[in-house]
């Protein structure tokens, strides 16, 4: 069944709270010592994983997530998944409750004629 525009710009909403949620928590990684300093445990004769890296597609999180092949890692999909879901929820009870409050106003206006 394809979306509604509205179902559209409701996905959309949400993708873009995700994106926006990503990156604070990643530029939290990245700004934060003991963030930077964390690693996964080195295997013998190599440097250890960052947990966040700003370039490339090194390190468990970075910039280019989706391109990242240590993502697999991480349940970092199905987080982003579930995210995006509740995000879509509170998008539309949102909408929902100002439409409610459009109908409210509408009737309140109508029966004060």
């Not at 179902?7 to 934060?32: C, H, P, T, V, W």
């Not at 995210?83 to 998008?91: A, D, L, P």
Request: aromatic share 12%.
């Amino acid at each position: 069944m394809e979306k509604t525009f509205l179902e559209k710009q409701i996905e959309n909403r949400a993708k873009e709270r995700f994106d926006k949620d990503y990156e604070s928590f990643l530029k939290f990684g990245l700004e934060n010592k003991i963030a930077r300093m964390l690693t996964l445990k080195p295997e013998e004769g190599k440097n250890g994983l960052p947990i966040f890296n700003s370039s490339s597609n090194r390190g468990l999180f970075n910039g280019y997530q989706e391109l990242n092949h240590e993502a697999g890692k991480t349940n970092y999909e199905k987080v982003k998944q579930e995210v995006i879901e509740k995000y879509i929820k509170e998008e539309t009870d949102m909408l929902l409750k100002k439409m409610d409050d459009l109908q409210y106003f509408f009737n309140m206006a109508m029966n004060n004629q």
